[in-house]
T-cell receptor
């Protein structure tokens, strides 16, 4: 069945470091892929998405590229800030009529 | 802007005392769903609804009920709560023509 696997946290980095959070998926066909972010005490909100192979989603300095050949959608940011501390969820949507499948989440902490 | 409202935001109750967590939306979206979030387990879908009077079980429906009598509301009912239902609950909405899912702020439930 469809599934999402993301790297376990927590991930702790210093401010201005380079960030990568790995995400791989298993799905038949061509799902849409997402990264959601959950700031402390809040619900999840969409960070970025990509709907087809080789698409790059980007927002707030974060980027992720839909790689069908490696079934991956790794999240990257060139220079993280303390305000990026949050839990990040990778997710896929197989079709508009199906449910979104979430990874288990990766907690990111940024030290000043 | 999509808005999902959940009430209450925090609730402490005792085993066996029926409770309802309400969810309402301002977007007229067809798709609504409930998730629970537990440490190390990510988000797990409890129930979802594709439209009025149409509800289906998600991955962890045991111990929960839902109803969808009108489009904007999707309450989550715990007829006889137990301590293993202590969790953080999120309601979410999605328009079937879009792919972005919008989440409510969460309801933190403690069952003693």
């Amino acid at each position: 069945g469809n599934s999402v696997t993301q790297m376990e946290g927590p991930v702790t980095l210093s401010e201005e470091a380079f960030l990568t959070i790995n995400c791989t998926y298993t799905a038949t066909g061509y799902p849409s892929l997402f990264w959601y972010v959950q700031y402390p005490g809040e619900g999840l909100q969409l960070l970025l998405k990509a709907t087809k192979a080789d698409d790059k989603g980007s927002n707030k300095g974060f980027e992720a590229t839909y790689r069908k050949e490696t079934t991956s959608f790794h999240l990257e940011k060139g220079s993280v800030q303390v305000s990026d501390s949050a839990v990040y969820f990778c997710a896929l949507l197989y079709s508009s009529a199906s449910k979104i499948i979430f990874g288990s989440g990766t907690r990111l902490s940024i030290r000043p | 802007e999509a808005q999902v409202t959940q009430n209450p935001r925090y609730l402490i109750t005792v085993t066996g005392k029926k409770l309802t967590v309400t969810c309402s939306q301002n977007m007229n979206h067809e798709y609504m769903s409930w998730y629970r979030q537990d440490p190390g387990l990510g988000l797990r879908q409890i129930y979802y609804s594709m439209n009025v009077e149409v509800t289906d079980k998600g991955d962890v429906p045991e111990g929960y009920k839902v109803s969808r009598k009108e489009k904007r509301n999707f309450p989550l009912i715990l007829e006889s709560p137990s301590p293993n239902q202590t969790s953080l609950y999120f309601c979410a909405i999605r328009d079937r023509s879009q792919e972005t899912q919008y989440f409510g702020p969460g309801t933190r439930l403690l069952v003693l």
